[in-house]
């Protein structure tokens, strides 16, 4: 499929935007339908499709973060914006790109990206918030439409691939991802494209600013970051933060925002103990060695004004260091004090795993479980709890349990489900299993050849069977649009 309605749907979008305010004055007849079928518009079904296209590219061209904790603290902050931006009802999909670069980013339906090196360069959580909500704004004001527009010419596989390289920072460094196929010309364009506009750039910051203050957060935490971010660059020239690029910042835009944040006042929210046990933690899980980590919470956690993240940091890093005793008493003198943590919780519960105590494990986490019923965090650390404990069944019902619900469905726990069903499911189940997470992963080649693998077994029932090859026919339709392009 070539993205023509995108370039016939581009201007009548725009014209839409512009007849919103009087939109109860004009006829249906006046107004596009973006939900029309005949392919002329972009319609939701159409973003919602480029989007999911875009983040297969973006799996398959980065590392994302996997850690459970990281994700789902992402992952709130997120959901708490989006309820208090100016479109409640917009889907978006927050995740965290394994990479020190001080970037973030908003793709096509509502997917948006943050850096660990952002998280870590942010020193509060309103600063990360600004960050994002600034992006939630770029989604709900349509600014992406821009880039629709420049990748018109292409089909919707190689436009996602290439919208991903760009994003990431990783375009002219990824031959394999579709990236050949972009001629110089084409990539120049497209990567101006990408570079908002002034205008866009100030309506995102209004309407962050907003949001930001709907959610009680210090709504000084977006021009604030972004006013440390443009004087790194001038002291560190070369060390040029990705998110500027994109998001070009003027001494203007700050002085606005600053003005504009003024007017709701500090009265807010700046940081939370979560901000900060989630920073604590990428500390750990990114240094160099247990030792390095160790080294570096350690003096902290001698001052007499420590906090909670730095003991969480420290029992974390001795963790790490296999040093499970004086790990668990660190953690457990923080769950004595606050014993609902959720972080903390998971965390004793795989101190326990990893020190042999499965048992323990096991019960701590049903407990947080009855805490937080359907909670995917903890559900997926059970599920590879199981498994490790060697309840295989129990594990692959737990995943089933889990895969119900739309949130659950990442790679991670369609992975942990093939686990469980090499053990304990009908043989053909895991290769289902395995087709779901490559797929996801961008893979369809290993997705289509897992799911011929699962229809060879002649035990199926018609009714799986039906499913497996309704399913086989998607991923073979997506492959061919993928190799036109
Ligand atoms: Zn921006």
């Not at 980013?105 to 509502?110: K, L, S, T």
């Not at 691939?161 to 001629?183: D, K, Q, R, Y």
């Not at 730095?310 to 296999?322: E, F, I, P, T």
């Not at 479980?369 to 559900?379: F, I, S």
Request: charged share 25%.
């Amino acid at each position: 499929m070539r993205f023509r309605w995108l370039k016939s749907g581009l201007c009548l979008a725009m014209l839409a935007l512009q007849t919103i305010p009087t939109h109860a004055e004009v006829s249906g007849n006046d107004l596009p339908d973006f939900g029309d079928s005949s392919g002329a518009l972009v319609s939701p079904a159409q973003e919602k499709e480029f989007g999911e296209e875009f983040m297969r590219s973006v799996r398959a061209q980065a590392t994302l973060v996997s850690d459970a904790d990281v994700v789902d603290y992402v992952q709130q902050l997120g959901a708490r914006l989006a309820a208090s931006s100016d479109a409640p009802g917009h889907a978006f999909t927050f995740f965290v790109v394994d990479n020190p670069a001080v970037n973030a980013f908003a793709g096509p339906g509502g997917y948006i990206g943050i850096h660990t090196g952002l998280i870590l360069a942010a020193e509060n959580e309103s600063e990360l918030a600004g960050v994002m909500a600034h992006e939630i704004a770029h989604v709900t004001q349509r600014h992406l439409l821009r880039a629709y527009e420049s990748a018109n010419q292409m089909s919707l596989p190689t436009a996602a691939g290439m919208l991903a390289a760009i994003l990431l920072g990783v375009a002219g460094s990824n031959p394999e991802a579709g990236i050949a196929a972009m001629s110089a010309v084409q990539g120049a364009s497209i990567q101006h494209q990408l570079n908002f506009t002034r205008a866009n750039e100030r309506e995102a910051d209004r309407i962050g600013i907003q949001t930001l203050a709907h959610a009680g957060i210090d709504p000084y935490g977006m021009p604030g970051f972004f006013e440390r971010l443009q004087q790194t660059t001038r002291l560190y020239g070369n060390n040029f933060p990705e998110f500027l690029l994109t998001h070009p910042v003027t001494t203007d835009r700050i002085a606005e925002s600053m003005t504009r944040a003024e007017s709701y006042g500090h009265r807010k929210e700046v940081d939370t103990l979560d901000f900060r046990l989630i920073r604590a933690r990428l500390r750990v899980l990114n240094a160099e060695t247990p030792a390095e980590a160790i080294k570096y919470f350690q003096p902290l956690a001698a001052k007499a004004d420590a906090g909670p993240a730095v003991d969480y940091g420290l029992a974390l890093a001795l963790w790490r260091n296999s040093d499970y005793p004086a790990a668990k008493k660190r953690l457990q003198a923080l769950l004595d004090k606050d014993p609902d943590r959720k972080i903390y919780r998971t965390g004793m519960a795989r101190l326990e795993m990893d020190s042999g105590q499965a048992g323990n494990a096991l019960k701590i986490y049903q407990d947080t479980l009855r805490l937080y019923p359907g909670d995917v965090t903890v559900g997926r650390y059970y599920t590879s709890a199981l498994i490790q404990a060697g309840k295989a069944e129990q594990a692959r019902q737990q995943a089933l349990k889990m895969l119900r619900d739309k949130r659950a469905r990442s790679p991670e726990i369609y992975e942990l489900w093939a686990k469980a069903a090499s053990v304990a499911g009908p043989a053909w189940e895991t290769h289902v299993a395995s087709a779901e997470a490559y797929y996801l992963y961008g893979n369809l080649r290993y997705a289509i050849d897992q799911l011929n693998k699962a229809l060879a077994y002649k035990e199926l029932s018609d009714y799986d069977r039906a499913r497996i090859e309704a399913r086989l026919k998607e991923f073979q339709a997506a492959l061919k649009k993928r190799e036109q392009s």
